[in-house]
Protein backbone atom coordinates (compact mmCIF):
# COMPACT_ATOMS: atom_id res chain seq x y z
CA UNK A 1 0.00 0.00 0.00
CA UNK A 2 1.27 3.69 -1.04
CA UNK A 3 1.90 5.73 1.90
CA UNK A 4 0.71 9.39 1.19
CA UNK A 5 2.74 12.31 2.94
CA UNK A 6 0.34 14.92 4.39
CA UNK A 7 0.53 18.29 6.25
CA UNK A 8 -2.43 20.51 6.86
CA UNK A 9 -2.02 24.23 5.11
CA UNK A 10 -2.19 26.09 7.91
CA UNK A 11 0.87 23.53 9.86
CA UNK A 12 2.56 24.51 6.29
CA UNK A 13 2.07 28.43 7.04
CA UNK A 14 3.30 27.66 10.32
CA UNK A 15 6.76 26.04 8.65
CA UNK A 16 6.91 28.98 6.29
CA UNK A 17 6.73 31.60 9.27
CA UNK A 18 9.46 29.79 10.83
CA UNK A 19 11.84 30.03 8.07
CA UNK A 20 11.07 33.63 7.33
CA UNK A 21 12.04 34.35 10.97
CA UNK A 22 15.19 32.24 10.97
CA UNK A 23 16.86 31.29 7.66
CA UNK A 24 17.83 27.22 8.33
CA UNK A 25 21.10 26.89 7.35
CA UNK A 26 19.63 23.59 5.51
CA UNK A 27 18.57 23.97 1.62
CA UNK A 28 15.61 21.53 1.43
CA UNK A 29 13.09 20.72 4.25
CA UNK A 30 10.71 17.84 4.53
CA UNK A 31 7.75 19.12 6.07
CA UNK A 32 5.41 16.54 6.80
CA UNK A 33 2.98 15.45 10.10
CA UNK A 34 3.32 12.69 12.28
CA UNK A 35 1.15 10.27 10.38
CA UNK A 36 2.06 7.30 7.92
CA UNK A 37 -1.66 6.83 6.29
CA UNK A 38 -2.16 5.07 3.21
CA UNK A 39 -3.80 6.10 0.47
CA UNK A 40 -7.12 3.65 1.16
CA UNK A 41 -6.66 5.10 5.00
CA UNK A 42 -7.41 8.55 3.65
CA UNK A 43 -9.86 7.74 1.15
CA UNK A 44 -11.92 5.65 3.49
CA UNK A 45 -12.19 7.85 6.18
CA UNK A 46 -12.89 10.56 3.98
CA UNK A 47 -15.68 8.04 2.83
CA UNK A 48 -16.46 7.40 6.46
CA UNK A 49 -17.13 10.96 7.27
CA UNK A 50 -18.50 12.44 4.12
CA UNK A 51 -20.66 9.69 2.80
CA UNK A 52 -21.24 5.97 3.09
CA UNK A 53 -18.27 4.38 4.28
CA UNK A 54 -17.60 2.19 1.61
CA UNK A 55 -14.44 2.06 -0.49
CA UNK A 56 -14.17 0.73 -3.91
CA UNK A 57 -10.85 -0.87 -4.60
CA UNK A 58 -9.99 -0.89 -8.78
CA UNK A 59 -7.41 -1.10 -10.90
CA UNK A 60 -4.55 1.03 -12.84
CA UNK A 61 -6.09 -0.44 -15.85
CA UNK A 62 -9.30 0.87 -15.00
CA UNK A 63 -8.21 4.12 -13.66
CA UNK A 64 -6.93 4.95 -16.92
CA UNK A 65 -9.83 3.81 -18.82
CA UNK A 66 -11.45 6.98 -16.78
CA UNK A 67 -11.86 9.96 -18.97
CA UNK A 68 -12.04 12.20 -15.73
CA UNK A 69 -8.50 11.49 -14.30
CA UNK A 70 -5.77 12.82 -15.99
CA UNK A 71 -2.04 11.21 -15.90
CA UNK A 72 -1.08 14.09 -13.48
CA UNK A 73 -3.75 12.78 -11.26
CA UNK A 74 -2.47 8.99 -11.39
CA UNK A 75 1.12 9.69 -11.24
CA UNK A 76 -0.27 11.50 -7.89
CA UNK A 77 -2.36 8.54 -6.74
CA UNK A 78 0.63 5.97 -7.00
CA UNK A 79 3.01 7.98 -4.54
CA UNK A 80 4.07 6.08 -2.20
CA UNK A 81 6.70 8.00 -0.06
CA UNK A 82 7.56 7.11 3.73
CA UNK A 83 8.71 10.76 5.36
CA UNK A 84 9.85 12.26 8.53
CA UNK A 85 10.09 16.06 9.38
CA UNK A 86 12.39 15.44 12.03
CA UNK A 87 14.01 19.03 11.16
CA UNK A 88 10.89 21.01 11.96
CA UNK A 89 10.03 19.05 15.11
CA UNK A 90 13.32 19.65 16.35
CA UNK A 91 14.22 23.00 15.71
CA UNK A 92 10.62 24.77 14.93
CA UNK A 93 8.09 26.46 16.98
CA UNK A 94 5.11 25.09 15.03
CA UNK A 95 1.72 25.29 16.94
CA UNK A 96 0.47 22.26 15.13
CA UNK A 97 -3.27 21.96 14.01
CA UNK A 98 -3.48 18.59 12.67
CA UNK A 99 -0.40 17.04 13.88
CA UNK A 100 -1.24 13.75 14.11
CA UNK A 101 -2.17 13.39 10.04
CA UNK A 102 -5.48 13.64 8.13
CA UNK A 103 -7.00 10.51 9.82
CA UNK A 104 -6.96 11.71 13.18
CA UNK A 105 -8.13 15.36 12.73
CA UNK A 106 -10.72 14.36 9.59
CA UNK A 107 -13.63 16.34 11.63
CA UNK A 108 -12.00 19.37 12.20
CA UNK A 109 -10.74 19.62 8.78
CA UNK A 110 -14.64 18.55 7.19
CA UNK A 111 -15.76 21.28 9.29
CA UNK A 112 -13.11 23.73 8.30
CA UNK A 113 -13.45 22.80 4.74
CA UNK A 114 -17.59 23.28 5.06
CA UNK A 115 -17.44 26.78 6.43
CA UNK A 116 -14.38 27.97 3.81
CA UNK A 117 -16.15 27.38 0.70
CA UNK A 118 -19.72 27.86 2.29
CA UNK A 119 -20.74 24.17 2.00
CA UNK A 120 -22.95 24.53 4.94
CA UNK A 121 -26.07 21.81 4.79
CA UNK A 122 -29.74 23.02 4.47
CA UNK A 123 -32.85 21.84 6.07
CA UNK A 124 -35.83 22.49 5.78
CA UNK A 125 -39.70 20.92 7.04
CA UNK A 126 -42.74 21.30 5.17
CA UNK A 127 -45.61 21.18 6.70
CA UNK A 128 -49.74 20.94 5.91
CA UNK A 129 -52.47 19.11 6.06
CA UNK A 130 -52.85 15.96 3.77
CA UNK A 131 -53.50 15.53 -0.09
CA UNK A 132 -52.24 19.14 0.27
CA UNK A 133 -49.33 18.84 -2.12
CA UNK A 134 -46.33 17.88 0.32
CA UNK A 135 -44.50 15.04 -1.16
CA UNK A 136 -44.54 15.93 -4.83
CA UNK A 137 -43.52 19.66 -3.35
CA UNK A 138 -40.66 17.90 -1.33
CA UNK A 139 -39.84 15.92 -3.50
CA UNK A 140 -39.26 18.81 -6.42
CA UNK A 141 -37.04 20.60 -3.44
CA UNK A 142 -35.08 17.81 -2.94
CA UNK A 143 -34.13 17.29 -6.72
CA UNK A 144 -32.71 21.23 -7.10
CA UNK A 145 -30.82 21.50 -3.47
CA UNK A 146 -29.85 17.71 -3.44
CA UNK A 147 -31.13 16.99 -0.16
CA UNK A 148 -32.19 13.90 1.39
CA UNK A 149 -36.21 13.73 1.45
CA UNK A 150 -37.57 12.29 5.02
CA UNK A 151 -40.68 10.82 5.42
CA UNK A 152 -41.79 8.80 8.00
CA UNK A 153 -43.15 5.46 5.98
CA UNK A 154 -39.03 5.52 4.56
CA UNK A 155 -37.82 6.31 8.04
CA UNK A 156 -39.73 3.71 9.93
CA UNK A 157 -38.96 0.63 6.96
CA UNK A 158 -35.30 1.33 7.50
CA UNK A 159 -34.98 1.65 10.83
CA UNK A 160 -36.65 -1.52 10.80
CA UNK A 161 -34.27 -3.46 8.06
CA UNK A 162 -30.91 -2.28 9.94
CA UNK A 163 -32.77 -3.76 13.68
CA UNK A 164 -33.75 -7.26 11.37
CA UNK A 165 -29.83 -7.36 9.49
CA UNK A 166 -28.49 -6.90 13.47
CA UNK A 167 -30.57 -9.06 15.27
CA UNK A 168 -29.88 -11.60 12.31
CA UNK A 169 -26.37 -11.73 13.94
CA UNK A 170 -27.59 -13.01 17.32
CA UNK A 171 -27.45 -16.56 16.84
CA UNK A 172 -23.85 -16.19 14.67
CA UNK A 173 -20.63 -16.14 15.03
CA UNK A 174 -20.19 -12.47 14.36
CA UNK A 175 -22.26 -11.47 17.44
CA UNK A 176 -19.27 -12.75 19.87
CA UNK A 177 -17.48 -8.87 18.98
CA UNK A 178 -20.60 -7.15 19.01
CA UNK A 179 -20.89 -6.22 22.49
CA UNK A 180 -24.29 -7.59 22.84
CA UNK A 181 -25.29 -4.87 20.07
CA UNK A 182 -27.43 -7.47 18.24
CA UNK A 183 -29.19 -8.89 21.18
CA UNK A 184 -30.09 -5.57 22.39
CA UNK A 185 -31.74 -4.97 18.15
CA UNK A 186 -32.96 -8.28 18.66
CA UNK A 187 -34.89 -7.45 22.14
CA UNK A 188 -35.87 -3.87 20.42
CA UNK A 189 -37.24 -5.06 17.21
CA UNK A 190 -39.70 -7.92 19.09
CA UNK A 191 -40.98 -5.02 21.34
CA UNK A 192 -41.58 -3.11 18.25
CA UNK A 193 -43.48 -5.53 16.48
CA UNK A 194 -45.31 -6.07 19.72
CA UNK A 195 -46.40 -2.48 19.70
CA UNK A 196 -47.21 -2.51 16.13
CA UNK A 197 -49.91 -5.54 16.92
CA UNK A 198 -51.28 -3.88 19.98
CA UNK A 199 -51.75 -0.71 17.78
CA UNK A 200 -53.11 -1.75 14.82
CA UNK A 201 -50.21 -1.45 12.92
CA UNK A 202 -48.77 2.11 13.99
CA UNK A 203 -45.78 2.35 16.25
CA UNK A 204 -45.91 4.59 19.18
CA UNK A 205 -43.29 7.63 18.97
CA UNK A 206 -41.34 6.73 21.60
CA UNK A 207 -39.74 4.25 19.57
CA UNK A 208 -40.03 6.48 15.94
CA UNK A 209 -38.35 9.57 17.20
CA UNK A 210 -35.22 7.46 17.61
CA UNK A 211 -35.51 6.59 14.23
CA UNK A 212 -35.63 10.10 13.56
CA UNK A 213 -33.39 11.47 15.50
CA UNK A 214 -30.50 8.75 14.06
CA UNK A 215 -31.72 9.34 10.30
CA UNK A 216 -30.90 13.05 11.12
CA UNK A 217 -27.60 12.54 12.56
CA UNK A 218 -26.69 10.34 9.91
CA UNK A 219 -23.76 11.50 7.39
CA UNK A 220 -25.71 12.03 4.51
CA UNK A 221 -28.15 14.91 6.46
CA UNK A 222 -25.45 16.08 8.38
CA UNK A 223 -23.35 16.61 5.35
CA UNK A 224 -25.81 17.49 2.12
CA UNK A 225 -29.29 18.14 4.43
CA UNK A 226 -32.59 17.16 4.32
CA UNK A 227 -36.47 18.29 4.09
CA UNK A 228 -38.82 17.15 6.52
CA UNK A 229 -41.94 15.85 4.75
CA UNK A 230 -45.23 16.40 6.87
CA UNK A 231 -43.23 15.81 10.21
CA UNK A 232 -43.24 16.12 13.18
CA UNK A 233 -47.10 16.55 13.53
CA UNK A 234 -47.07 17.87 17.14
CA UNK A 235 -45.45 20.14 19.46
CA UNK A 236 -44.88 16.96 21.46
CA UNK A 237 -43.11 14.98 18.93
CA UNK A 238 -41.32 18.38 17.84
CA UNK A 239 -40.19 18.73 21.40
CA UNK A 240 -38.73 15.11 21.75
CA UNK A 241 -37.42 15.16 18.16
CA UNK A 242 -35.22 18.03 18.50
CA UNK A 243 -34.28 18.11 22.16
CA UNK A 244 -31.21 17.89 22.84
CA UNK A 245 -29.10 14.91 24.76
CA UNK A 246 -26.80 16.99 27.36
CA UNK A 247 -29.14 19.62 29.16
CA UNK A 248 -26.10 21.44 30.25
CA UNK A 249 -25.94 23.45 27.07
CA UNK A 250 -28.48 25.22 27.75
CA UNK A 251 -27.22 28.55 29.22
CA UNK A 252 -28.35 29.33 32.36
CA UNK A 253 -29.40 33.07 32.00
CA UNK A 254 -31.47 32.58 28.54
CA UNK A 255 -35.22 31.47 28.42
CA UNK A 256 -34.78 30.25 24.87
CA UNK A 257 -36.14 26.55 25.14
CA UNK A 258 -32.63 24.32 23.87
CA UNK A 259 -32.70 22.47 20.99
CA UNK A 260 -30.28 20.22 19.14
CA UNK A 261 -28.57 22.87 16.26
CA UNK A 262 -27.39 19.97 13.92
CA UNK A 263 -31.33 18.71 13.19
CA UNK A 264 -33.29 21.62 13.69
CA UNK A 265 -34.63 22.89 10.24
CA UNK A 266 -33.62 26.36 8.85
CA UNK A 267 -37.08 27.03 7.07
CA UNK A 268 -40.57 25.88 8.06
CA UNK A 269 -43.10 25.95 5.22
CA UNK A 270 -46.84 25.54 6.07
CA UNK A 271 -49.24 24.82 3.64
CA UNK A 272 -52.87 26.25 4.02
CA UNK A 273 -56.17 25.40 2.00
CA UNK A 274 -59.44 24.48 2.41
CA UNK A 275 -61.20 21.02 3.37
CA UNK A 276 -63.18 21.26 0.56
CA UNK A 277 -60.14 21.98 -1.86
CA UNK A 278 -58.94 18.89 -1.02
CA UNK A 279 -61.68 16.98 -1.03
CA UNK A 280 -62.47 18.32 -4.77
CA UNK A 281 -58.58 17.55 -5.26
CA UNK A 282 -58.48 14.30 -4.39
CA UNK A 283 -61.58 13.42 -5.81
CA UNK A 284 -60.53 14.55 -9.11
CA UNK A 285 -58.11 12.37 -9.18
CA UNK A 286 -57.79 9.08 -11.27
CA UNK A 287 -58.57 5.84 -9.77
CA UNK A 288 -55.63 4.12 -10.11
CA UNK A 289 -53.43 7.07 -8.00
CA UNK A 290 -56.15 6.75 -5.30
CA UNK A 291 -56.33 3.16 -5.04
CA UNK A 292 -54.08 1.49 -2.15
CA UNK A 293 -53.42 5.02 -0.22
CA UNK A 294 -54.98 7.14 2.13
CA UNK A 295 -57.02 9.05 -0.05
CA UNK A 296 -60.26 7.74 -0.55
CA UNK A 297 -63.19 9.42 0.73
CA UNK A 298 -63.73 8.26 4.57
CA UNK A 299 -59.72 8.08 4.96
CA UNK A 300 -59.30 11.76 3.85
CA UNK A 301 -62.06 12.50 6.25
CA UNK A 302 -60.70 10.76 8.85
CA UNK A 303 -57.03 12.11 8.59
CA UNK A 304 -58.61 15.67 7.49
CA UNK A 305 -60.14 15.66 11.21
CA UNK A 306 -57.26 13.99 12.71
CA UNK A 307 -55.22 17.08 11.44
CA UNK A 308 -57.39 20.32 12.36
CA UNK A 309 -58.01 18.82 16.23
CA UNK A 310 -53.67 18.62 16.38
CA UNK A 311 -53.87 22.09 14.85
CA UNK A 312 -57.04 24.29 17.01
CA UNK A 313 -55.01 25.20 19.89
CA UNK A 314 -51.63 27.41 20.61
CA UNK A 315 -50.01 23.85 21.39
CA UNK A 316 -49.43 23.15 17.63
CA UNK A 317 -45.79 22.42 16.18
CA UNK A 318 -45.87 25.44 14.35
CA UNK A 319 -46.20 27.58 18.03
CA UNK A 320 -43.47 25.22 18.89
CA UNK A 321 -40.77 26.71 15.91
CA UNK A 322 -42.46 30.34 16.57
CA UNK A 323 -40.90 30.04 20.25
CA UNK A 324 -37.55 29.09 18.85
CA UNK A 325 -37.67 32.17 16.30
CA UNK A 326 -38.43 29.99 13.28
CA UNK A 327 -40.98 31.01 11.83
CA UNK A 328 -43.28 29.51 9.50
CA UNK A 329 -43.69 30.75 5.89
CA UNK A 330 -47.13 30.34 5.32
CA UNK A 331 -48.63 29.55 1.59
CA UNK A 332 -51.49 29.13 0.35
CA UNK A 333 -51.77 25.96 -1.96
CA UNK A 334 -55.64 26.72 -2.91
CA UNK A 335 -54.84 29.06 -6.07
CA UNK A 336 -52.54 26.58 -7.11
CA UNK A 337 -53.93 24.92 -10.36
CA UNK A 338 -50.73 22.66 -12.08
CA UNK A 339 -50.49 19.35 -10.78
CA UNK A 340 -46.85 19.34 -9.70
CA UNK A 341 -47.22 22.72 -7.59
CA UNK A 342 -44.72 24.46 -9.97
CA UNK A 343 -45.98 27.63 -8.33
CA UNK A 344 -45.56 26.77 -4.79
CA UNK A 345 -42.05 25.23 -5.58
CA UNK A 346 -40.61 28.27 -6.56
CA UNK A 347 -42.29 30.79 -3.79
CA UNK A 348 -40.10 28.10 -1.38
CA UNK A 349 -37.05 28.22 -3.84
CA UNK A 350 -37.09 32.39 -3.39
CA UNK A 351 -37.66 31.54 0.50
CA UNK A 352 -34.91 28.91 1.25
CA UNK A 353 -32.18 31.26 -1.10
CA UNK A 354 -28.96 29.55 -3.32
CA UNK A 355 -28.48 26.31 -3.36
CA UNK A 356 -25.64 25.14 -0.37
CA UNK A 357 -24.01 21.47 -1.90
CA UNK A 358 -21.35 20.61 -3.25
CA UNK A 359 -22.41 21.63 -6.56
CA UNK A 360 -23.23 19.11 -10.24
CA UNK A 361 -20.68 16.55 -11.32
CA UNK A 362 -18.66 16.90 -14.20
CA UNK A 363 -20.98 14.71 -15.92
CA UNK A 364 -24.25 16.92 -14.37
CA UNK A 365 -22.60 20.21 -15.70
CA UNK A 366 -21.94 18.32 -19.00
CA UNK A 367 -25.81 17.40 -19.54
CA UNK A 368 -26.60 20.84 -18.29
CA UNK A 369 -24.97 22.08 -20.41
CA UNK A 370 -26.01 19.95 -23.30
CA UNK A 371 -29.75 21.00 -21.99
CA UNK A 372 -29.30 24.52 -22.23
CA UNK A 373 -27.66 24.01 -25.38
CA UNK A 374 -30.24 22.70 -26.90
CA UNK A 375 -32.74 25.27 -25.13
CA UNK A 376 -30.73 27.91 -26.58
CA UNK A 377 -30.84 26.37 -30.54
CA UNK A 378 -34.07 25.65 -29.79
CA UNK A 379 -35.21 29.51 -28.66
CA UNK A 380 -33.53 30.88 -31.48
CA UNK A 381 -34.92 28.17 -34.13
CA UNK A 382 -38.26 29.83 -32.85
CA UNK A 383 -37.61 33.36 -32.78
CA UNK A 384 -36.23 33.02 -36.16
CA UNK A 385 -39.58 31.41 -37.55
CA UNK A 386 -41.63 33.68 -35.62
CA UNK A 387 -39.37 35.95 -37.81
CA UNK A 388 -39.78 34.13 -40.77
CA UNK A 389 -43.92 34.10 -39.88
CA UNK A 390 -44.35 37.54 -38.99
CA UNK A 391 -42.41 38.71 -42.28
CA UNK A 392 -44.54 36.41 -44.52
CA UNK A 393 -47.56 37.37 -42.71
CA UNK A 394 -46.33 40.93 -43.30
CA UNK A 395 -45.52 40.57 -47.16
CA UNK A 396 -49.00 38.68 -47.24
CA UNK A 397 -51.14 41.69 -45.47
CA UNK A 398 -49.09 44.44 -47.84
CA UNK A 399 -50.26 42.36 -51.52
CA UNK A 400 -53.62 41.95 -49.64
CA UNK A 401 -53.63 45.92 -48.83
CA UNK A 402 -51.97 46.59 -52.52
CA UNK A 403 -54.22 44.30 -54.32
CA UNK A 404 -57.55 46.07 -52.12
CA UNK A 405 -55.95 49.46 -53.09
CA UNK A 406 -56.20 48.92 -56.58
CA UNK A 407 -59.29 47.19 -56.90
CA UNK A 408 -60.55 50.56 -55.12
CA UNK A 409 -59.08 52.92 -57.35
CA UNK A 410 -60.37 51.01 -60.40
CA UNK A 411 -63.93 51.17 -58.92
CA UNK A 412 -63.43 54.53 -58.42
CA UNK A 413 -62.37 55.40 -62.08
CA UNK A 414 -65.39 53.27 -63.29
CA UNK A 415 -67.77 55.19 -61.30
CA UNK A 416 -66.30 58.49 -61.74
CA UNK A 417 -66.82 57.99 -65.45
CA UNK A 418 -70.16 56.91 -65.07
CA UNK A 419 -70.96 59.90 -63.49
CA UNK A 420 -69.52 61.82 -66.02
CA UNK A 421 -71.26 60.12 -68.93
CA UNK A 422 -74.34 60.49 -66.85
CA UNK A 423 -73.83 64.21 -66.45
CA UNK A 424 -72.82 64.60 -69.99
CA UNK A 425 -76.20 63.25 -71.06
CA UNK A 426 -78.05 66.86 -70.85
CA UNK A 427 -75.95 68.70 -72.68
CA UNK A 428 -75.37 66.38 -75.65
CA UNK A 429 -79.06 65.58 -75.97
CA UNK A 430 -79.34 70.00 -76.13
CA UNK A 431 -76.70 70.40 -78.62
CA UNK A 432 -78.37 67.52 -80.71
CA UNK A 433 -81.51 69.23 -80.66
CA UNK A 434 -80.48 72.77 -81.14
CA UNK A 435 -76.93 73.14 -82.07
CA UNK A 436 -75.73 70.17 -84.21
CA UNK A 437 -78.53 70.92 -86.51
CA UNK A 438 -78.04 74.91 -87.84
CA UNK A 439 -74.15 73.82 -87.35
CA UNK A 440 -73.95 70.87 -89.81
CA UNK A 441 -76.41 73.60 -92.50
CA UNK A 442 -73.46 76.09 -91.69
CA UNK A 443 -70.94 73.65 -92.06
CA UNK A 444 -72.93 72.50 -95.93
CA UNK A 445 -73.44 76.27 -96.91
CA UNK A 446 -69.75 77.17 -96.22
CA UNK A 447 -68.47 74.61 -98.50
CA UNK A 448 -70.84 75.87 -101.34
CA UNK A 449 -69.95 79.13 -101.15
CA UNK A 450 -66.15 78.49 -100.23
CA UNK A 451 -65.66 82.28 -98.60
CA UNK A 452 -61.88 83.43 -97.87
CA UNK A 453 -62.66 83.60 -94.01
CA UNK A 454 -64.67 80.19 -93.28
CA UNK A 455 -64.76 81.10 -89.73
CA UNK A 456 -66.32 84.48 -89.71
CA UNK A 457 -68.81 83.64 -92.61
CA UNK A 458 -69.58 80.02 -90.27
CA UNK A 459 -69.71 82.66 -87.13
CA UNK A 460 -72.40 85.18 -89.12
CA UNK A 461 -74.45 82.35 -90.49
CA UNK A 462 -74.70 81.32 -86.76
CA UNK A 463 -76.20 84.52 -85.52
CA UNK A 464 -78.51 84.77 -88.22
CA UNK A 465 -80.42 81.52 -87.99
CA UNK A 466 -79.90 80.90 -84.59
CA UNK A 467 -83.19 79.87 -82.97
CA UNK A 468 -84.75 81.30 -80.49
CA UNK A 469 -85.59 79.35 -77.41
CA UNK A 470 -88.49 79.82 -75.48
Known amino acids: MNILPTIHIKDLAGVLQNIADSRPKTRYLVAVDDSQNTLEDVVKIISTDLGTGKVKHITKEETLLKKDVKQSD ?65 QALCKQYKLHHIKINDVIREAIEMLEKSAARVDSDENEDDDGKAQEDHELLETIMENKEANNGRIDDQYIIPFFRDKLHSMPCQNQGFILDGYPKTMEQAKELFAVDDEDEQEENSKMPVFDKNIMPEVIISL ?29 QRRLQEFRVLNEEDTTVLNYFDELEFHPENIDVSKETDPKNQNIVEQIVKIMGEPRNYGPTADEVEEMDRIKAE ?36 EVKRQEQEVLENQSIPLRNYLMKHVMPTLTQGLIDCCKVRPDDAIDYLAEYLFRNNPQID
Not at 78 to 87: A, K, S, W
Not at 106 to 113: A, G
Not at 273 to 295: I, W
Not at 398 to 408: D, F
Open 272 to 300: NCTDEFLKDRVMNLPESVVAGTHNTEDGL
Open 375 to 410: KRLKKEQEEKDEIERKEAEEKAETIKRQTEWTNRLE
Open 74 to 138: FDMLLVNLRMDGVYIKENMNIRWIAETGLKENITDVIKEYKQTRGLLPMRACVLGPPASGKTSIV
